[in-house]
């Protein structure tokens, strides 16, 4: 092979090398993210916005995961870089979208792989970005853009604690001769309503990681028994993530048996199963980039003690009262002190706290001491103002729980609900046992 053979070649590798790592994500189509940056820049009030990537962990072993806002707005996957949309203003400024991405560092791609810069052939096509430009330009077309109109320099927005953000309009006032910067606005205000509607890609998405996050629960049905530690349990399931396509867990798995079950966010997975005890198996894996967020409770042996069933049962009785009083554009989720009276945390809590006795005869509302749910996307816990009001295109979770530590019992039950567009509830983990005859036969493999 002669040298122009050679180098096509190495271009060639080079270009599959990097499409192979843009196929790691399940992407939408660049339009999709097109439209997010236009529907962003319609909120910005004529200003500019300035999102930072995540940065890639330095020489450590932790995988790389995008800034949640960036990755919502571009799709792009790789570190370091930033996205610049400027909103159209009068006769000043019309609409742009710039992609910029970093100085490529060849030493630490020994390490992590190779990455895109501006001038890699067709990266205006693979990012799907109108402009693309190096790093370098950022400072430069933001000193421009302000210079133009001194008043938008009063109109920037950005994440909040991004001290890249920080650094590049300190350094552009300075470049202005302006001294102290002005005060930026905080773009994920922006973002979160626009990310709490998702589309119809969004929810496929969304409906994969709960497919993957279902599989591994009825793994888990057949897997637990008294010996068995909750470690593996936590190992069988984040199996059968990965060998069905998820990067990771949606969170750290929650495995907790006996009196771990009544430890809401108990992780360390340390112990072994024992006859009588039940387990909350709060456990779910993240598709290209999206989440899901399930819990299930079943009993270690196989069978529930009378009591274990009264609790259970009262959990599901709390669940699918939330679900009867559900009114698309009028209930609200996560209202923590149920004060609210569209909150379906109220429903839940006055269900629990009419049904059945502590040992002291007491009610049970005081054994439920967090939110009733959460909205979900690329984040587990996605961002929104709470109490929510759920309005069709949502994700979101109900998981009321019961936790009694004087008897060791703890009952969680979450299921993921997307708020359809006729306004029902579609329950996204409906193909799981929900009630305790039908955790039990699923733990007969039934
Ligand atoms: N898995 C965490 C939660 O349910 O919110
Ligand atoms: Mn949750
Ligand atoms: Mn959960």
């Known amino acids: 092979m002669g040298y122009a053979g050679r180098w096509s070649a190495a271009v060639v590798l080079w270009v599959v090398a990097v499409a192979c790592m843009g196929q790691a994500l399940t992407k939408q189509p660049a339009s999709v993210y097109h439209a997010r940056r236009v529907a962003l820049?319609?909120?910005?009030k004529g200003g500019v916005a300035i999102l930072f990537a995540a940065e890639e962990p330095l020489l450590d072993?932790?995988?790389y995961r995008q800034d949640e806002d960036f990755y919502y707005l571009t799709g792009w996957n790789e570190p370091g870089a930033a996205l610049m949309v400027v909103a159209p203003s009068g006769h000043e400024r019309s609409y742009r979208e710039i992609l910029f991405l970093p100085t490529r560092n060849l030493r630490a791609e020994t390490y992590t792989g190779p990455k895109l810069d501006a001038d890699s052939p067709g990266v205006t096509t693979t990012t799907g970005v109108d402009q693309v430009e190096p790093m370098t330009a950022l400072a430069t077309d933001l000193n421009r853009m302000i210079d133009a109109d001194r008043k938008l320099a009063w109109n920037v927005w950005t994440q909040p604690d991004s001290v890249q953000a920080k650094a590049v309009v300190g350094f552009t006032a300075?470049?202005?001769?302006?001294?102290?910067p002005p005060a930026t606005h905080d773009v994920t205000t922006m973002t979160m309503p626009l990310r709490q509607v998702k589309d119809a890609g969004e929810v496929d998405l969304i409906e994969k990681a709960t497919a993957a996050s279902i599989a591994a629960q009825r793994v888990m049905f057949r897997a637990v028994k008294p010996g068995v530690t909750e470690r593996a349990i936590a190992g069988e399931m984040t199996a059968v993530w990965m060998e069905r396509g998820c990067e990771r867990p949606a969170y750290a798995p929650i495995v907790g048996s006996g009196i771990n079950?009544?430890?809401?966010?108990?992780?360390?997975?340390?112990?072994?199963?024992?006859?009588?005890d039940v387990v909350v198996v709060d456990a779910a894996c993240e598709f290209s980039m999206y989440a899901s967020d399930i819990t299930r409770t079943v009993p270690v042996n196989g069978h529930?003690?009378?009591r274990q069933r009264e609790i259970y049962e009262i959990v599901l009785g709390a669940q699918q009262a939330a679900i009867n009083a559900f009114v698309a554009g009028k209930s609200k989720i996560n209202d923590y002190f149920h004060k609210d009276p569209d909150s379906l945390d109220a429903v839940a809590f006055n269900y629990i706290n009419t049904h059945g006795k502590d040992l002291h005869g007491q009610p049970l509302g005081?054994?439920?001491?967090?939110?009733?749910?959460?909205?979900?996307g690329i984040d587990v816990h996605d961002p929104a103002n709470y109490p929510a009001v759920l309005?069709?295109?949502?994700?979101?979770?109900?998981?009321?729980?019961?936790?009694?530590?004087?008897?060791?019992?703890?009952?969680?039950i979450e299921c993921d609900f997307l708020v359809g567009p006729d306004g029902k509830l579609i329950d996204l983990d409906a193909a799981l046992p929900h009630t305790a005859d039908e955790v039990e036969a699923a733990m007969r493999g039934k």
């Open 41 to 44: 820049a319609g909120e910005l």
């Open 61 to 63: 072993f932790m995988p």
């Open 174 to 180: 300075a470049t202005l001769g302006e001294g102290q």
């Open 261 to 276: 079950s009544t430890t809401l966010h108990y992780s360390a997975n340390s112990r072994t199963m024992e006859d009588g």
């Open 304 to 306: 529930f003690t009378a």
């Open 366 to 376: 005081k054994y439920w001491e967090h939110g009733l749910g959460h909205m979900v």
């Open 391 to 412: 309005k069709p295109g949502m994700v979101f979770t109900i998981e009321p729980g019961i936790y009694i530590p004087e008897e060791k019992i703890g009952v969680r």
